[in-house]
């Protein structure tokens, strides 16, 4: 691994453990004060604030259904996509460890009665798995379908993580009151290993769900776009960071040539 790799792989595990610790955090600590609501921002906020601080250094994936995505859209190799996918998981497990051991040795209460996990039945709003299922399918391709879009070269600069982190907020606001809202494996799993049960036992469909969706996503962006899909062709030279997070420096591109010089004359001699 290359020492730009392990940043970025160090950014997704950080990045996901983040977003676990965080947005699911809120639902664990504070949904019974901030509500569904409160907790669907929750989780756009902290997206779109880590789409700024590390999109420029990962791409600020934090997610496996994205890394899909992007995979499909040729903007990152398989050996990329597998090193980012261990990362989120690991990071998603840290994340959630970190709130097990908050609520254990703290002595919080749960307020979600499910350490803020992703299930479907009597307690959530989806009755089976094959509507928690489409439900998840669809979700995840809205969250990936935007991601691609928004990074595509011919996206307006800038606004790439404002966009992700609201499209996000909009659907969990839908999602929560259904199953919890996964679109993210990563996410998903890592609480499911702690608190056990049918969370655990239903876990394939918020892993499978969410990367079919991806793939979605992935097929249908390049009909929408005029340009390649980031990365897609290595050869293209850009000073845009892989996310549009930040605002291009109008510095020139690598691969530019600098305008030729007009060669100096010399002054000839008159003859007399």
Known sequence: MTPATIRKAVAEFAGTAILVFFAVGSAIFGIDVIGPVGVAFAFGFVLLALAYAIGPVSGCHVNPAVTLGVLISKGITLTEAGIYWAAQFLGGILGAALLKAI????????????????????????????????????????????????????AAPGFAGLAIGLSL????????????????PARSLGPALFNGGDSLAHIW????????????????????????????????????????????????????????????????????
Do not use: C, Y
């Not at 439900?135 to 391709?141: A, D, K, P, W």
């Not at 290595?234 to 960071?241: E, F, L, S, W």
């Open 103 to 154: 609520v254990s040795i703290g002595d919080v209460t749960d307020q979600t009665g499910g350490f803020g996990t992703n299930n479907w039945g009597e307690d959530a709003g989806i009755a089976n798995a094959g509507g928690t299922f489409l439900l998840e399918v669809i979700l995840t391709f809205l969250l990936v379908l935007v991601v691609l879009l928004v990074t595509a070269q011919q």
């Open 169 to 184: 907020t909009v659907i969990h606001l839908v999602g929560i009151p259904l199953d919890g809202t996964s679109v993210n």
């Open 205 to 272: 469909v918020f892993i499978l769900a969410p990367l079919v969706g991806a793939a979605a996503a992935a097929l249908l962006a390049p009909l929408l776009t005029t340009n390649p899909m980031p990365g897609a062709d290595q050869n293209i030279a850009t000073d845009r960071d892989p996310t549009g997070a930040d605002v291009p420096s109008g510095r020139r591109n690598k691969g530019s040539a600098r305008p030729a010089q007009r060669p100096t004359q010399r002054p000839t001699k008159r003859t007399r």
